[in-house]
């Protein structure tokens, strides 16, 4: 399937103008470079706990536009470059031998909202899972030095908001309520869904990962905190 999709290797820095006058500053890269990478974030990330059963799923938006996205139900932990498929802005695939995660939706959702978004990453660790099922409708991270993570953050005196939305089977309603969150809350780094797991972005797959791993941290943070006050 890659030799179908030109032959350059390396990632590409590029540069869009976005709203006028702002430039937007982002990565984007070519599908074999791209493939590899994802591979390798599938295992690590499953070493973590963060994707078990097959669960989660990863993309990262190409030079030419495409997005390239796990295929539905493997393991993450043991990807090949096969695994990786292509879909178009709008998510229909355009590999018909296979078919993307059933969460596509979100994923071009996102890339749609944010122009300077080239990746999103989904998963289901304990924490995600518990933490979504302990709080109202959002988690409230303030007061960590960690939150220095996250893109144009860089103090610890500040707050990031994750929503919680209800999971939903079907993928256009929950995708709909996001969407209609997002219009109102523009600054956001990631989204739970309830007894389900996370969405996190980035400007390039290196800063998704840095705000996944940031946020399993906090999580964990928050769950033993609250262990620790109900004991
Ligand atoms: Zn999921």
Not at 47 to 73: C, H, K, M, Q, Y
Not at 115 to 133: E, Q
Not at 167 to 185: I, P, T
Not at 186 to 193: D, K, S, V
Request: charged share 25%; glycine share 8%; proline share 2%.
């Amino acid at each position: 399937m890659l030799g179908r999709y030109g032959a350059h290797l390396a990632a590409t820095g590029w540069s869009v103008v976005g709203r006028v006058g702002e430039n937007v500053e982002g990565q984007r890269y070519a599908l074999q470079d791209m493939a590899g990478r994802l591979v390798d974030a599938g295992r690590r990330l499953y070493e973590r706990g963060w994707v078990p059963a097959t669960s989660g799923n990863f993309s990262a938006r190409l030079d030419d536009g495409r997005i390239a996205i796990t295929v539905s139900g493997r393991h993450k932990g043991e990807l090949v470059d096969d695994d990786i498929m292509l879909v178009d802005a709008d998510g229909d695939a355009l590999d018909s031998s296979k078919r993307p995660s059933a969460e596509t939706l979100l994923h071009v959702r996102l890339y749609r909202r944010f122009p300077d978004a080239a990746a999103v990453l989904h998963t289901h660790s304990v924490n995600d899972t518990l933490i979504s099922r302990t709080r109202g409708d959002h988690v409230a991270l303030d007061d960590y030095e960690l939150l220095k993570a996250f893109r144009g953050v860089n103090t610890h005196d500040a707050r990031i908001r994750v929503p919680i939305f209800d999971n939903d089977q079907d993928m256009v309603r929950l995708a709909d309520r996001v969407d209609a969150y997002m219009d109102a809350h523009p600054e956001l780094h990631a989204y739970l869904i309830a007894g389900h797991g996370l969405y996190t972005w980035g400007t390039s797959l290196e800063e998704a990962l840095r705000h996944l791993e940031a946020l399993e941290f906090l999580f964990e943070c928050e769950m033993r905190l609250q262990g620790a006050v109900m004991r």
